[in-house]
């Protein structure tokens, strides 16, 4: 169980001042407005159960049952509100072993109050945020090898990685007005944002890098070489740059929790269920001011995912990501 209410107020009050948070993510003022939108929140919320989704794992369930589980607790939140962003990391800190003087909690908590800036694009959003940040502690309670400080880890990676969507992607017009990818363009967006943070809050440098690695290997353009990384198979041809790929494999349990975390980032999209799917796809089709199309979707799960998880945890939910497919493809 996290902090009371009153105190976790107190303490993001204590880190919004020490940190000194930039006055704008998106536009002049949002940042002020959103802390006085969570202080608000956070004096009346609950705290979120720690017995409860997404802190527990049902041993012996199946793939259709747990994706109905987190489906419905996707939608829970997303109906009440509850528990706020900022809430939810302090809970799964508090799991960590985490008390409100460390260092990386109180730059996540900051981090937070920037994922709350409105407004917001309708896909990649505060309700995404939280959704990547719930199912972070679901695979993180169903990795028993993942040591705490790894698990705190993707908390924090799982808050950040993308404050300050802009609700396009990472293909972005050049000099000359052609399309072009730009590797980690918005990972890069929202670590500007948050890195100095957590360098003012003392995070050591190593864990500034592990952090930073984590957070780019969450372009999805990557997810076939993070995929060969984990299994330690050969990259196919987009590969992540030698220098982080070669950090990920001399820090294992960061490998594995940036692996976490990128499945973290499909799960409510790829692994529930095909009704889960198509609300997440027509709330992305609005953000791309476009119709949904399921060869769309389709193609989502079969070639920027691969057709599969990561991770063992993830995997569990495959079956899902199978019956995804074929209603997909009907």
């Known amino acids: ?72 607790m996707h939608r829970r939140m997303a109906h009440t509100g509850e528990p706020a962003l900022a809430m939810l990391f302090a809970a799964g800190c508090a799991r960590c072993g985490l008390g409100p003087a460390d260092p990386l909690r109180r730059a996540g908590l900051v981090a937070c109050v920037l994922a709350e800036t409105r407004p917001a694009p309708t896909f990649h959003d505060v309700r995404h945020t939280r959704e990547v940040l719930a199912n972070a502690i679901w695979l993180a309670a169903a990795d028993a090898a993942l040591p705490q400080a790894e698990q705190a880890l993707l908390l924090l990676a799982a808050v950040t990685h993308d404050i300050g969507h802009d609700g396009g992607t990472n293909a972005r017009p050049d000099g000359t007005g052609a399309i072009t990818y730009r590797p980690c363009f918005l990972e890069d967006r929202a670590l500007g944002l948050v890195l100095p943070l957590a360098q003012r809050a003392g995070l050591a440098a190593e864990r500034l890098q592990d952090l930073t690695v984590m957070v780019r290997q969450t372009d999805i353009v990557r997810r076939r070489a993070l995929t060969a990384l984990h299994d330690g198979t050969r990259a196919p041809e987009i590969s992540i740059p030698a220098e982080e790929a070669d950090w990920l494999r001399a820090r294992p349990m960061v490998l594995r929790a940036a692996c976490l975390l990128a499945d973290a980032d499909v799960l409510a999209s790829a692994g529930l269920s095909a009704r889960a799917q198509r609300r997440r796809q027509l709330r992305l089709a609005r953000e791309w001011d476009r119709p949904a199309h399921n060869a769309e979707g389709l193609a989502f799960l079969r070639e920027l995912l691969g057709g599969r998880f990561i991770t063992d945890p993830a995997r569990r939910l495959e079956p899902n990501l199978r019956r995804i497919a074929r209603a997909l493809a009907r």
Do not use: I
């Open 1 to 72: 169980m996290t902090d009371a209410p009153t105190s976790l107020v107190e303490e993001l009050c204590t880190a919004l001042e020490a940190l000194g948070p930039p006055a704008m993510v998106r536009h002049p003022g949002d940042v002020a407005a959103a802390a006085r939108r969570l202080f608000r929140r956070l004096a009346r919320a609950p705290c979120p159960s720690t017995a409860a989704l997404p802190f527990r794992v049902a041993a012996g369930a199946g793939a259709r049952r747990t994706g109905r589980d987190l489906d419905a």
